[in-house]
């Protein structure tokens, strides 16, 4: 039945994957977490690498997409 | 050195099954009551809480770490309900998350109970506005209605209509934007348990041209997949020539749809 569904799912940016990991689930609940301030400046990080031209041609291309295996 | 920390992926209510590969990695689960957690021992030298600190300022690092997370989840996600732990919840030791679990047992068996056989899935919806702007007179009323005025109108005053209608077409372009953003919504209301709306993103976070004007979460039955796919489709396919473009993801393990509440 997924194989159905995996063809309809976009591969997945680095945004949306680090959106869902870093904010949302359990949070600050272990011994280690990472801080809110910490993740302000993952962001801080990550739009300076997608506002690179080099990585916006990646973006529009493909390559620099992360895809999703749920069925594997 | 000894990898003494704990890295919890999920929790989950029944036991795992891990492949030759998985237990290589060096997953396991560790059982407290009727919850399974699901764990990797990992090392200060990586995740000291200011190891981590650092480890996450390189993007590369933190995306193949955050895809092993996801990867783990949604494996885990295929045989069992899961709560997600979100990346880089660390442990020092199974006294302290077991102290965890005993907090928070009553909340994790309500998610467990609310989350079984969903999925997250991810709607984003976008208008490429200068679609829309060219077919703004077959879809809009008073545009067209405009475009005749002006057509009929001295030189002078068809200047200043002109420029009326360049306001009205902005005006007119919101909403159809919103009525096209709501109808989606609520079909994918129609279809989900619960859903969330985010903010939206803009265009150097999404990498692409058109503007986007609907970013929601969803929680649907597994047992609805298959329908929400071919809905969303239908929707896409409608719309698609006035400029308007849905995009989803998924299956997701259930990340927007945990909150959890310490026992009193």
């Given at each position: ?72 | ?31 407290f009551d009727d919850f399974f ?69 009553d909340s994790l068996t309500e ?154």
């Amino acid at each position: 039945m997924y194989d159905n569904v995996i063809d309809q799912s976009k591969d997945i940016t680095i945004l949306e994957l680090l959106d869902r990991v870093l904010n949302k689930g359990v949070i600050l609940k272990g011994d280690i977490v990472i801080s809110v301030a910490d993740v302000d400046l993952v962001y801080l990080g990550v739009k300076l690498m997608l506002s690179s031209v080099e990585t916006m041609e990646q973006l529009k291309s493909g390559n620099a997409i992360l895809p999703i295996n749920p069925g594997k | 050195m000894m990898n003494s920390l704990i890295y919890t992926y999920c929790l989950s209510n029944s036991p795992p099954e891990f492949s030759e590969d998985d237990k290589e990695q060096g997953l396991k689960s560790l059982r407290f009551d009727d919850f399974f957690v699901i764990i990797k021992y990992v090392s200060e030298t990586e995740f000291s809480e200011e190891n981590l600190k650092k480890n996450i300022g390189d993007l590369k690092w933190l995306e193949e770490n955050a895809r092993d997370h996801i990867r783990v989840i949604s494996m885990i996600m295929e045989h069992s309900t899961v709560i997600p732990f979100n990346f880089g919840t660390i442990y020092q030791s199974e006294n302290n998350l077991k102290k965890f679990i005993d907090d928070y047992s009553d909340s994790l068996t309500e998610h467990l109970i609310h989350l079984e056989w969903k999925e997250e899935w991810a709607v984003k919806i976008y208008c490429d506005r200068k679609v829309l702007n060219k077919q703004i007179d077959e879809l809009s009323e008073e545009a067209a209605a405009l475009e005749m005025q002006i057509m009929a109108s001295s030189p002078g005053k068809a200047f200043l209509l002109k420029r009326k209608k360049t306001d009205l077409i902005e005006n007119e372009m919101d909403r159809l934007c919103k009525n096209y953003g709501q109808d989606c919504f609520n079909e994918c209301r129609n279809l989900s348990e619960s859903t969330r709306l985010n903010n939206l993103l803009p265009k150097e976070f999404t990498g692409r041209e058109d503007t986007m004007i609907l970013n929601a979460t969803l929680l649907v039955r597994k047992d609805r997949t298959i329908e929400f796919i071919s809905v969303i489709r239908g929707l896409k396919n409608k719309y698609s020539d006035h400029g308007f473009d849905i995009e989803i993801t998924g299956p997701w393990p259930p990340f927007s749809f945990i909150s959890m509440k310490e026992k009193k």
